[in-house]
Structures are given as C-alpha cells and as structure tokens.
C-alpha cells in the first residue's frame, strides 16, 4: 500500500514539473521592488561578509596574542631553568672551594703540628733553633753614578741610560 502511494506522489509531481507556467505579469511597481530587493540583499550580503571578515581578524589577533604569551611564558621557563642551573653550578663551585680551604687549612695545621714536634725533638737534642738572619737587600745605585763608574771603569756589562730610562 505504501508502495502505491509513493509511485502515486511521484508521478503526480512529475507532470506537475513539465505543466506550463503561468505567464508572468511585469508592471513597474513589482520590477522596482525586486530591484530594491536584489540591491538589499547585495549589501546585506556585503555587510555579513566584512563582519565575518572582522571576526576572523579578531580570532587572529587573539590567537596571535595568546601565541605570544606562550612564548614570553616558554621565555620565562627556559630563563628560569638557565639560573636554576647558574645557581647550582655556582653552589658546586662553592662546595668546591670549602673543601678547598678545608684542606688547606688541615695542611697548614698538620705543618704546624710538624714544625712543634720538630722543634721540641731539637730541644730534647740540645739544639736550639734560633731563627736564620736575612741579609739586607742594598738599595741600587743611581743611574749617574753607575754611568760614571761605566765611563771610569771600562765597559761593563751593566745597562747604562742616556735619559730614556733603564731596560
């Protein structure tokens, strides 16, 4: 039954489809409307693509923006790791030199320990230590009088200056 009535409504739209048209009645007031109507749609259509266009544009720029703050926020981070690692290779460094002066420090004490245990072995031995006497260093002479003991004395080999100073 369904069967007859869809074979019923498609033969009646087919001979509907290729019936002849009623002919059109063209006056002046119904030619100016569809061209009004023709120019309303034209600009509604203008106004809603330079909207979506505006849309777009804000949709971009917002993307944008937000991409920039990923890469200052990814900036940080990576700015924030590379002193994070600065201050722990400067805490090593740090660990480092302790250690150091520890050491040095144990070193100078053993030193110590050393010179005290070798001084009261030469006191038991009846040594005294008596400190060494270091000879004065002799000023240089000047440089007139190492000239004229230059002259005097023949060639030498000290360095003699003529005014431009000694090398």
Known sequence: MKRKILVGVLIAAFFMAFAPARQAVADGAASTRNILLGIGAAAGTLIIINHNKQVHEKYAQDAATQAALANQRDNAQAAYKAELKAYQNQVAVTDNLKREVALKDKVIADQSSVIKQQKTQLA??????QPVAIAPVRAP??????????????PSS???SYGWGTL
């Open 124 to 129: 038991q031995m009846g040594v005294s230590a």
């Open 158 to 160: 000290e360095m003699v």
């Open 141 to 154: 002479a000047s440089n007139t009088a190492r000239a004229s003991r230059s002259v005097a004395s023949g």
